[in-house]
């Protein structure tokens, strides 16, 4: 299975920008990159995906690496209510699996 | 986006027990998936809900021990049977349009299996 590798835990202080990583080496070509982040006691939130190209939306941009070996999220101007768990997932379209990580826990300082 | 209800919230129950959690969204999805996640870790994909046929079983989890029913497109059920303390956990059913499209969770169902 393609899995993803996070650090542990990352810190912010509010409205600077957060670029928090993850490492996918086994990521295969039909393999989506997709984000998710969840505050305690909820599920978790959708933030972002992407397949090669880099990605924006309302919430944040995803940057990926030209070898998709690595991506980065960028959160542009960390509030306090962005603290939660980030988790990069694979998804593989084609073989039908499904891996999160173990996810970085995001601590936003005012 | 899609808006999921699930029942119970949260629930403590004897171990031998069985459990059954339902998921409830307000618009009809393609995909739905029925995950675990243990205290203080990442989730674990249980298991993909079919519509109309058994569901597809992740490894490490079986039929027998998690039941899975999705009579329609909007809803589902996981049952967690013969229940044990280990099966304590939040379970949580997430929906999508496809395998690779964008997810979007249940608040979750907290267990306690004493």
């Known amino acids: 299975d393609a899995k993803t590798t996070q650090p542990n835990s990352m810190e912010s202080n509010e409205e600077e920008p957060v670029h928090l990583p993850c490492n996918h080496s086994?990521?295969?070509?039909?393999?989506?990159i997709h984000w998710y982040r969840q505050l305690p006691s909820q599920g978790p939130e959708y933030v972002i995906h992407g397949l090669t190209s880099n990605v924006n939306n309302r919430m944040a941009s995803l940057a990926i690496a030209e070898d998709r070996k690595s991506s980065t999220l960028i959160l542009h101007r960390a509030t306090l209510r962005d603290a939660a768990v980030y988790y990069c997932?694979?998804?593989?379209?084609?073989?039908?699996?499904?891996?999160f990580g173990s996810g970085t826990q995001l601590t936003v300082l005012p | 986006s899609a808006v999921i209800s699930q029942k119970p919230s949260r629930d403590i129950c004897q171990r031998g027990t069985s459990l059954t959690i339902q998921c409830q969204v307000d618009?009809?999805?393609?995909?739905m998936f029925w995950y675990r996640q243990q205290p203080g870790q990442s989730l674990t994909l249980i298991a993909t809900?079919?519509?109309?046929?058994?569901?597809?079983?992740e490894s490490g989890f079986v039929i027998d021990k998690f039941p899975i029913s999705r009579p329609n497109l909007t809803f589902s059920t996981l049952t967690v049977s013969n229940m044990s303390p280990e099966d304590s956990s939040i379970y949580l059913c997430?929906?999508?349009?496809?395998?690779?499209?964008?997810?979007?969770f249940g608040p979750g169902t907290r267990l306690t299996v004493t």
């Open positions: 086994t990521i295969s070509g039909t393999d989506y």
């Open positions: 997932i694979l998804l593989s379209g084609s073989a039908r699996q499904l891996t």
């Open positions: 618009s009809q999805v393609t995909m």
């Open positions: 809900a079919n519509q109309g046929s058994e569901a597809t079983y």
């Open positions: 997430s929906v999508s349009r496809d395998w690779s499209g964008e997810q979007y």
